[in-house]
């Protein structure tokens, strides 16, 4: 039995530490603290295992205790959480790079609020009504910022058009 | 539905259209463009955020969690695997390519565009702590530099990740401690270009976006560090 806990464990690492990774990436933009967050998560996943009923939704059960850890790691560590009022978004003009980096940039940018749903969509391919419940709000609320979040991206992407068109 | 209505659906929930908004993209032709740039976005979009993973991650998970839950003898198996995994590969495959470092270098500054665009822990004694790590020392301050973080490296190692203004533009210096380097090498790749340079406790990488640059980066690099201090 114990034995078989430890095999599902082994899987779940396998099947979902890559994912989780990019998730902790993108919330943290730090590629250590978000390999440590992965590390800690999995860790505590595996300390509450036998208490985990349904294998299915292990995925979104990681997240979660990824997004705990997190709030606990800048917690201990008291690092200055730097995330903008989601009804204020600007998005500075910044010196232009590399194309293939243009994207990544403006993801960047994008404020947590617009960020994280925006990746637990794209990237973990979850509804509006399901980061509504990991991210304990209203589908409404996430409706709202996934909305803004591709406004904005949109509105960066043709910054530089519009700039050009200009000259 | 109408058109504003069919776009705030698109935008929150590209990959699942509701019948009304299926319905509004075949009778409106302005919304199917529209529908369909959004969904090239969220191509480009998951591209984007489809960062490299660190190579070992599960392995090392599995170990951390072998140390404090699993019987000894997992955590062994397990690292034996590694080992044995990556004496196999060079034997199947051969040795790596030269170059392996330089692209790694590369690839590490191609996923970590905010070293470009923020400011961190850019003061003297961090530039010397991340020096330290390799033996060297500074003689001749760098500059303006903009960043400087220890960042994971291959096989759960770590390095150091500079990023310094030079007259040419932004450059990067990329410090391994404790990792063997027989011999330099260059790379162009994806329009950057870098170069690795063996030193007695390990090597450094200079990222630059061309071969001319890099070699007069290296050059300042090499009059200003003392690499055998």
Not at chain 2, 98 to 113: N, Q
């Amino acid at each position: 039995m114990i034995g078989d806990k430890k095999a599902e464990f082994e899987r779940t690492v396998r099947a979902y530490s890559a994912d989780l990774y990019r998730y902790a990436y993108w919330l943290c933009r730090d590629r250590f603290v978000a390999e440590e967050l992965v590390q800690e998560a999995f860790a505590r996943a595996w300390k509450s295992w036998r208490e985990l009923r349904e294998i299915g939704s292990v995925k979104a059960w990681l997240i979660t205790i990824l997004r705990n850890e997190r709030a606990r790691m800048f917690a201990r560590k008291q690092i200055p959480v730097a995330d903008d009022d989601v009804s204020e978004l600007e998005i500075p003009d910044l010196p232009s790079m590399a194309e293939n980096l243009d994207v990544k940039r403006q993801l960047e940018r994008l404020p947590l609020a617009y960020r994280e749903p925006l990746m637990l969509q794209v990237l973990g391919g979850y509804s509006c009504g399901e980061i509504a419940s990991m991210l304990n709000t209203s589908e409404g609320a996430i409706m709202t910022r996934l909305t803004r979040a591709r406004q904005a991206l949109r509105q960066d992407a043709a910054e530089p058009l519009k700039r050009g068109a200009r000259r | 539905m109408n058109c504003l209505e069919f776009r705030r659906e698109k935008l929150a929930e590209p990959r699942h259209s509701s019948a009304a908004a299926r319905a509004h993209a075949q009778e409106c032709p302005q919304c199917a463009v529209f529908s369909r740039s959004v969904d090239e976005s969220e191509a480009e979009l998951l591209r984007a955020m489809t960062v490299s993973v660190p190579e070992g991650l599960a392995d090392r998970v599995l170990l951390r969690s072998g140390r404090a839950n699993f019987p000894a003898w997992r955590g062994w198996a397990l690292a034996a695997s590694v080992v044995l995994g990556v004496g196999l590969a060079s034997i199947f495959f051969g040795a790596p390519p030269s170059d392996a470092y330089a692209r790694l270098a590369v690839t590490h500054v191609i996923d970590e565009p905010e070293s470009f665009t923020t400011e961190y822990h850019s003061d003297a004694h961090s530039v010397a702590v991340a020096l330290r790590s390799v033996g060297a020392s500074v003689r001749t301050p760098l500059g303006k530099v903009r960043y400087v973080k220890l960042c994971p490296w291959e096989n759960g190692t770590a390095a150091w990740h500079l990023v310094f203004e030079t007259p040419q533009g932004l450059a990067t210096l990329i410090v391994v401690a404790d990792e063997r380097v027989r011999s330099k090498s260059d790379t162009f790749v994806d329009g950057w270009s870098a170069g690795v340079r063996p030193v007695r406790r390990g090597f450094y990488a200079v990222v630059t976006s061309s071969p001319a640059m890099t070699g007069q980066v290296d050059e300042i690099l090499r009059a200003r560090i003392n690499w055998d201090a």
